[in-house]
């Protein structure tokens, strides 16, 4: 991505088959590996990104 990132998208994590823990910016398994208080930041920040259609703003 612009700022050097690596971004692994959805379909590769559903590959992998489990949450790695690190936050990653699509994880489809709710971040459920990551440590709190980071995870509660990350839902709530997907949640924020995220239409009343299930689309993300990115999306759009």
Known sequence: NQQGYI??????????GYCCGNGCKHCPYNYDAVPEPRRSDLRTDAFRNTSTDGTSHEQR
């Open 7 to 16: 971004v692994l998208t959805e379909s590769f994590h559903l590959k992998k």
